[in-house]
Nanobody, 121 residues
């Protein structure tokens, strides 16, 4: 089995910063794209950012220029540096990973349990 464990959420004032981490562990043969979604209260889950195994990234327009995704392939970990946070960034943030568990197996997706980010004064 595979686990994605997130950390780093919390309460921050507008304009502040937070760094989220998500570590993947377990039966991982190859870790492909990883990224983050978020879900605000009463709203649908939305894609925030993704990063490929080669380091290519993309971001939603709402976070471009403020958030930075990165990964450490040796540690199977993805990070999300969030700067200039706004109240509208308040949400539960979920990391995900597309991975292959063994030779010849199909790609599957796994999700973290979610971490709350609250931006408020």
């Amino acid at each position: 089995q595979v686990q994605l464990v997130e950390s780093g959420g919390g309460l921050v004032q507008p304009g502040g910063s937070l760094r989220l981490s998500c570590a993947a562990s377990g039966s991982i043969f190859r870790l492909n794209a990883m990224g983050w979604y978020r879900q605000a209260p009463g709203k649908q889950r939305k894609l925030v950012t993704t990063i490929t195994s080669g380091g290519s990234t993309n971001y939603s327009d709402s976070v471009k220029g403020r958030f930075t995704i990165s990964r450490d392939n040796a540690k199977n970990t993805v990070y999300l540096q969030m700067n200039s946070l706004k109240p509208e960034d308040t949400a539960v943030y979920y990391c995900y990973a597309f991975l292959i568990m063994g030779w010849g197996m199909s790609e599957v997706d796994y999700w973290g349990q979610g971490t709350q980010v609250t931006v408020s004064s």
